[in-house]
């Protein structure tokens, strides 16, 4: 079998990693459009960056309205900041809200109609250069052709893809993550364990992106309670950085499953951060998945240094999905009663999240088939 292996143009990753951008921007354009949130501009980090235009010379454009996940309307409105004030290229600074929402920006900066017209398809168009400068060890937008976007006036999440929304430049320093708080780093570390776990036991994982997806496992599962224990650990940090960072490498050629598919249509409908509802579902979602390949859940058994030489396959794969469901209580993962969502209105969407969970795809890369009744049974579960 072939395959393809995507990847950014260039990672500057380390310790300290901002202060190689000069160089990498210099001549992309005389103005920069800088795609944040407004908790990036208040504790200095947006001007970290703009302090490296300015000594570049170039001047920029900051649209930091990005406090949530983007929305068709937040796309919208960015666009028309860059165009207005003729920026010739986007600097992505946060999380993977950020950074999505700059990969739709440029898209729609070049593109006609809306945003919402463009899910499913496959986007080639070129954008304008994009940095992605991430402040969070979490979603890998960084290195990924993936965007989604909420479809305000149907509640649905949008998955738009392509190479062509891959950043040109990551640029992954730890030194951004140190201010991430407690819950925040464990909703963002478990999105990439997440994004790991599901690129190694996807039907389209393939051996490179294995390679990355197992390193990733075992850097988050070895320092993410190292990080909520001690937010200022950066040696930590950098392993978070580095493991969210071959996550998202590792599922940009793989593929993300169930966990996914099912995690889009609660943050749609009931607004539960992307992490936090990927923590939710992960024990539940692994426990029905590892019929589909035992093999391949033993193995991360193995790489994380769980598995006994007396135990079998079954029993090691059995024995990965207690050490998570125990690894996210540890967390302090919230459950959905603890989110204050009603359960009445909950089971009223059951249909309604089934089939958009299905409709996604991501659930048809499981290496076990999942049906709609399934899907449904999983989310009553989250309820005992």
């Given at each position: 079998m072939n395959n393809i292996f995507l990847m950014p143009s260039k990672i500057l990753s380390g310790i300290g990693a901002i202060n190689q951008l000069e160089p990498h921007v210099r001549n992309k354009g005389d103005k920069a459009l800088i795609v944040s949130d407004n908790i990036m501009t208040k504790i200095g980090n947006v001007e970290r960056v703009s302090n490296i235009l300015d000594k570049c010379g170039i001047s920029y454009e900051v649209y930091d309205e990005v406090n949530s996940e983007p929305t068709d309307v937040v796309v919208e409105k960015g666009v028309a900041v860059f165009q207005q004030t003729n920026c010739k290229f986007i600097i992505a600074l946060g999380?993977?809200?950020?950074?999505?929402?700059?990969?739709?920006?440029?898209f729609m900066s070049v593109s006609s109609g809306k945003i919402n017209d463009y899910m499913g398809e496959v986007i080639n168009t070129e954008i304008p250069y994009l940095v992605a400068i991430p402040t969070t060890a979490g979603t890998g937008s960084e290195v990924t052709q993936f965007t989604i976007i909420t479809d305000t006036e149907n509640n649905?999440?949008?998955?738009?893809?392509?190479?062509?929304?891959?950043?040109?430049?990551?640029?992954?320093?730890?030194?951004?993550?140190?201010?991430?708080?407690?819950?925040?780093?464990?909703?963002?570390?478990?999105?990439?364990?997440?994004?790991?776990?599901?690129?190694?036991?996807?039907?389209?994982?393939?051996?490179?992106?294995?390679?990355?997806?197992?390193?990733?496992?075992?850097?988050i599962y070895d320092n993410l309670n190292v990080v909520f224990k001690n937010g200022q650990n950066m040696q930590a940090r950098y392993e978070m950085s580095l493991g969210a960072l071959e996550a998202g490498i590792a599922f940009?050629?793989?593929s993300v499953t169930i966990v996914h598919g099912m995690s889009r249509p609660i943050g749609a409908i009931f607004h539960v951060p992307h992490g936090v509802s990927n923590a939710i579902l992960l024990a539940k979602c692994l426990e029905y998945a590892i019929a589909g390949h035992v093999t391949r859940f033993a193995e991360i058994a193995k790489t994380i240094g769980i598995y006994k030489e007396t135990m079998s396959e079954l029993e090691a794969a059995q024995k990965l999905v207690s050490v998570i469901e125990q690894f996210c209580k540890t967390l302090q993962v919230p459950t959905l009663e603890e989110l204050k969502i009603n359960r009445d209105e909950f089971y009223r969407n059951l249909d309604k999240m089934a089939e958009d969970a299905l409709e996604s795809?991501?659930?048809?890369?499981?290496?076990?088939?999942?049906?709609?009744?399934?899907?449904?049974?999983?989310?009553?579960?989250?309820?005992?």
């Open positions: 999380g993977g809200s950020p950074i999505d929402a700059a990969k739709a920006i440029g649905v999440k949008m998955l738009l893809k392509g190479p062509a929304l891959m950043p040109k430049l990551a640029v992954v320093d730890p030194e951004f993550t140190v201010t991430t708080p407690p819950a925040v780093t464990v909703a963002t570390g478990i999105d990439a364990l997440t994004h790991a776990i599901e690129a190694y036991t996807s039907k389209r994982a393939q051996p490179l992106s294995d390679v990355f997806a197992l390193s990733a496992i075992k850097r940009n050629n793989s795809g991501s659930p048809a890369n499981a290496l076990r088939n999942f049906n709609k009744d399934e899907i449904i049974e999983i989310y009553i579960k989250l309820w005992e």
